[in-house]
């Protein structure tokens, strides 16, 4: 381009920008974002640590920032360990209700009322030899001996629900676990935003946890970006969904199909 040509164009931009024909976009800043109104939202955390109550886990750490974010939001929230209750092996509703299970306990039935009442549901786990701990599976198990039942449109009953993961370790293995949790609650019927997981690991070997001092975890800004976006991420689909009252009952109602509604199915194959 020459000369003459650049200085042409800049004289007629200028022009423009002083006629009342243009008019120059404005980039909305920080301090005029309007917050979302997120209360109203119910979430819970549920910590599938291998320890008990009060001893320290690293996952509740972690689990706790993101917690933070929901309650400064006006959230309400509850964050709880499994291994705190006698959650019986299976994959039924009550395992006390199951013939000759020689089962005499489960607390299943009240965790599920308080993960019915949820929008938002967020497990976390530890890493164990490359993989999510075994009280991390047994939530799966028990998530998916309800999946079955249904909502009051008749859809299965974890549609309109929300699901993410936090993970910890100090060694690899946040995606792949991060994968099986995520792959298994929208099985289920949860729904699953963008950058729903969030992890902290350190280097390969025995080392320092995420609340360990000398991990200098709380201050990875990784970790912390990945947290806040998975949080907020949570929260703006279960806000959608709630305020749109879930998902619309065309071409997903268990109750429709029994009845015979096969909306555009056709086999094709025939």
């Not at 198990?141 to 974890?158: F, P």
């Not at 936090?166 to 995606?175: L, S």
């Amino acid at each position: 381009m020459s000369w003459c040509a650049y200085f042409r164009i800049k004289d007629t931009i200028a022009i423009l920008e002083k006629s009342e024909i243009y008019t120059r976009p404005e980039t909305p800043t920080m301090s005029e974002s309007k917050a979302p109104n997120f209360s109203g939202l119910k979430a819970l955390y549920i910590n599938c640590t291998l320890k008990k109550s009060p001893r320290q886990s690293h996952t509740a750490g972690l689990m706790e920032v993101s917690r933070h974010i929901m309650d400064a939001e006006g959230v309400g929230t509850e964050l709880l360990r499994l291994v705190d209750y006698d959650i019986a092996p299976g994959v039924q509703p009550d395992m006390t209700e199951v013939e000759d299970s020689g089962i005499e306990t489960d607390d299943w039935p009240k965790i599920y009322e308080k993960v019915k009442a949820a929008d938002i549901l967020v497990i976390g786990t530890p890493i164990w030899l490359g993989e999510r701990s075994s009280v991390a599976t047994q939530l799966i198990e028990r998530l998916y001996a309800m999946s079955a039942m249904r909502n009051d449109k008749g859809q299965y009953v974890y549609y309109g629900k929300v699901g993410g993961c936090v993970i910890t370790g100090n060694e690899d293995g946040i995606k792949h676990c991060a994968m099986g949790v995520l792959y298994a609650m929208q099985h289920v019927g949860y729904s699953i935003p963008p950058q729903a997981d969030c992890g902290w690991i350190g280097e390969v070997g025995p080392g320092p946890s995420y609340l360990d001092q000398k991990a200098h975890a709380l201050d990875n800004s990784f970790t912390n970006r990945n947290t806040t976006f998975m949080t907020y991420n949570l929260l703006h689909l279960a806000r959608m969904l709630k305020e749109n009252g879930g998902y619309p009952t065309y071409g997903n109602s268990v109750k429709d199909w029994e009845e015979g509604e096969r909306w555009e199915f056709k086999q094709v194959n025939k």
